[in-house]
């Protein structure tokens, strides 16, 4: 097997997670339009995001926000973005890498992306440090609603799925 060197799959991840940044920045300036709103999916326990502890409680793993109408002080950073969300009624400020996202989303206009960065366990043990998600695990509490993210934003036809890509690459 030939080895990858130059590590394609994360300068893609890393073109990707640009793509969100440019997103959010547009909307922080001109605001959606249309049908426009965001799915954001992000690792709860990735060094630097912060959330509140009972959000943190109720999502050990992962999380989706939704960016569409009740989210203020959207500010995005060189390698993150802060957002005030509404949560059982409390106004919280969370705080995301872009590198602990795991998946993007525009329902409005059927685009999504999904980042493969537990397709590889070498690179989730090199970002994610003393936590559980060291190695992926067959059955989880979020699973379910983790599934059904990955189930509808692959549902998309703009996906860009990086997966089917790594199986080609094994095979050789």
């Given at each position: ?23 959010l920045?547009k ?26 502890e ?18 203020e ?24 890498p ?11 206009v ?13 690179l ?10 060291k ?5 989880t ?17 703009n996906?860009?799925?990086?997966s ?9």
């Open positions: 097997m030939i080895e990858d060197y130059i590590r394609y799959d994360q300068l893609i991840d890393n073109a990707m997670r640009q793509v969100v940044k440019e997103a920045i909307i922080t300036k001109e605001g959606f339009a249309g049908e426009h709103h965001f799915l954001i999916s992000f690792f709860t326990n990735y060094e630097g995001v912060e959330i509140p009972h959000l943190k409680k109720k999502y050990p793993e992962e999380m989706t926000i939704v960016l569409q109408h009740q989210y002080d959207l500010e995005v950073k060189e390698d993150l973005f802060r957002v005030v969300l509404s949560f059982e009624n409390n106004r919280e400020q969370i705080i995301i872009f590198a602990a996202l795991t998946s993007f989303a525009d329902p409005g059927r685009f999504g992306l999904k980042f493969n960065i537990l397709a590889d366990e070498a989730l043990e090199e970002l994610v440090e003393d936590t559980e998600l190695k992926p695990k067959k059955a509490k979020n699973k379910k609603n983790s599934k059904k993210t990955e189930k509808n934003i692959a549902s998309s036809k996906v860009v799925d990086l089917k890509l790594r199986d080609k690459k094994k095979q050789t």
